[in-house]
């Protein structure tokens, strides 16, 4: 399977600021780029979904000034949380697709866990 | 809408003993059914891909098969390092964004 890097694996911040997670497609073109947020034991719960060069699609109840997306490049995709509070607390996981896998499967980065203090 | 059921929701085994994951999913036009595996801690990984029914697909100990309703992942004589939570997903005509069950956490006792 292809190769998504995600980084931080792990990010502590304080209150109020802000942090980026970057999430890199390694060995392919990501044309979609998709950012998924995961509580203990549950699912994944889809947050957006950007296409590069184009704004990210958010889902319902996601706040988009809150957790901004930027995908201006086919290898780049990043999330940033501005004025984390401790119920940002989560672990982010990004995905991406790509035109060389039949424009169907998608690959996973390793996952960040933020924790926000 | 299309909608995805996983179960058993948790599954405990011993070593060597086999049995079956059910993925059962509703979509209008099926583009894929896709399997991940996801450990504690860790983004999930991709497994495998179904498209049409009929369709098999085998790794290892790991087996996936598709019908028209549901897709069933078979794990032979599994090992304390199957473990995980398994994952299924399908991707429904036109949609970029994939639909997730609920998963099946897996555990193989020594």
């Known amino acids: 399977g292809a190769v998504v890097s995600q980084h931080p694996s792990w990010v502590i911040c304080k209150s109020g600021t802000s942090v980026k997670i970057e999430c890199r497609s390694l060995?392919?073109?990501?044309?979609?780029m998709f950012w998924y947020r995961q509580f203990p034991k549950q699912s994944l719960m889809l947050m957006a979904t950007s296409n590069e060069g184009s704004k990210a699609t958010y889902e319902q109840g996601v706040e988009k000034d809150k957790f901004l997306i930027n995908h201006a490049s086919l290898t780049l995709s990043t999330l940033t949380v501005t004025s984390a509070h401790p119920e940002d607390s989560s672990f982010y996981i990004c995905s991406a697709r790509g035109q060389g896998h039949g424009n169907t499967e998608a690959f996973f980065g390793q996952g960040t866990r933020l924790t926000v203090v | 809408e299309d909608q995805v059921t996983q179960s058993p929701e948790a599954l405990r085994l011993q070593e060597g003993e086999s049995s079956s994951l059910n993925c059962s999913y509703t979509?209008?036009?099926?583009?894929?059914l896709f399997w991940y595996r996801q450990d504690p801690g860790k983004g999930p990984e991709f497994l495998f891909t179904l498209y049409s029914a009929g369709e098999e697909k085998e790794k290892e100990r790991l087996k996936a098969t598709l019908t028209k309703k549901e897709s069933f992942l078979h794990i032979t004589a599994p090992k304390p390092e199957d473990s995980a939570t398994y994952l299924c997903a399908v991707l429904g005509p036109g949609a970029q964004k994939l639909v997730f069950g609920q998963g099946t956490r897996l555990t193989i006792n020594p």
């Open positions: 060995d392919f073109q990501a044309t979609t």
């Open positions: 979509v209008s036009g099926l583009r894929g």
